[in-house]
């Protein structure tokens, strides 16, 4: 069995796969400490990490009815994410494959997004074209076999769940607030403002940073009453701009590649608009289940299935990435 970490932002996560790719178990435990900063505050991640991580191990290892003696392979996610964060499930991982001489698989969260959709019962196989939105993540990738990607597409500045969350704090709403400015919007006319979707940059790159400054500008032009009137408008022009982006360069990707089947993943895949307007492209659609889209170790097990696993000692060395190594 494969037992897998996922500590890269704030969700300290441990879950158990079969080599062949049944999940035995799942756990999350999301550290609600950050919303009163409306952010996540990196150390404080990182010390809630330390403090949690043995647990949820425990945790998932009972849900699965195993003991480390059935674990014969440890995943971990090596990066990119908050490095402070990441050493701790990297040092831990290491640790528990130590103690039992077992190899160590080093997992890219990028890659692991990608592979939740190889998990059931609803298994994906590639070659597909995958968005992955998160809070800290917006990128087009065509995940090429098991293995790999290409990716397309990048933000050039915040992600599409960042900008979710910067749109909903402009609107006084929670953090992280693109489930508030989401359920907010159903009541508002999506046309009400015209907001950019940065269409004028070129091929496949996201840019959200345009649209932030301009719902910021309407906010003050509008005062504080009228912002609160219109709340629901300015919400679902917001919202319509950020999922119109993301679909135009999915749109620009499906003409160099007519038919092939679209995954979305990330927190953001949850949002209700982007998925009708994914679902309306006329290709194959594929949205793992919701608590396989947002951070879990589920899909870092998933992709630990075809990654070369560093044997016991050699993966004492493996250090943990912040930012992604190999830029395509
Ligand atoms: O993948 P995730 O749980 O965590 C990481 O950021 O890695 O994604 C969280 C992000 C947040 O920015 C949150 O506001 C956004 O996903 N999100 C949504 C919705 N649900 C979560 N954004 C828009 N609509 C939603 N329904
Ligand atoms: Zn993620």
């Known amino acids: 069995m494969i037992l897998a970490l996922e500590t890269s932002c704030d969700d300290t996560c441990a879950a158990v796969l079969t080599a062949d790719g049944e999940l035995r178990a799942d756990v999350v435990s999301s550290q609600g400490v950050h919303a009163a900063f409306g952010g996540v505050v990196p150390e404080l991640a990182s010390r809630h990490h330390l403090e949690l991580v043995n647990v949820v191990v425990d945790d998932a290892l009972a849900r699965a009815g195993a003991t480390l003696d059935d ?22 991982a290491k640790g528990l494959a130590a103690a039992r001489g ?31 939105a998160s809070g800290g993540h917006t990128l087009l990738v065509r995940a ?24 909903a704090r402009l609107l006084g709403l929670g953090y992280p607030g693109g489930p508030a400015l989401s359920a907010l919007a159903c009541d508002g006319d999506p046309q009400a403002f015209a907001f950019p979707t940065a269409a004028r940059v070129a091929g496949l790159d996201f840019s959200f940073a345009g649209l932030k400054t301009a719902l910021l500008y309407a906010v003050r032009d509008l005062g504080a009453d009228e912002t609160r009137r219109r709340a629901a408008d300015l919400a ?24 092939a089947t679209v995954a979305i ?5 949850a949002n209700r608009r982007l998925r ?3 679902e309306g492209l006329g290709v194959p659609v594929h949205v793992p289940p919701p608590a396989l889209c947002t951070d879990n170790a589920a899909m870092i097990a998933s992709a630990a299935r075809w990654v070369p696993p560093v044997p016991f000692p050699d993966h004492l060395g493996l250090d943990a990435y912040a930012t992604r190594r190999h830029a395509a």
């Open 71 to 92: 674990v014969t392979l440890v995943a971990v996610t090596q990066g990119p994410g908050l490095v402070g964060a990441l050493l701790v499930g990297v040092a831990t």
């Open 102 to 132: 077992l190899p160590l698989a080093p997992v890219d969260h990028l890659q692991g997004h990608v592979a939740a959709n190889f998990l059931g019962p609803d298994v994906l196989e590639p070659p597909f074209l995958c968005l992955i």
């Open 144 to 167: 090429d076999d098991h293995r790999g990607f290409t990716v397309l597409g990048r933000t050039l500045d915040d992600a599409a769940g960042e900008a979710f969350d910067k749109g």
């Open 236 to 259: 679902a022009s917001y919202e319509h701009a950020i999922v119109e982006a993301l679909v135009l360069r999915l749109e620009r990707a499906l003409a160099g590649q007519p038919g």
């Open 265 to 269: 993943g990330g927190g953001v895949a």
């Open 276 to 278: 009708a307007r994914v």
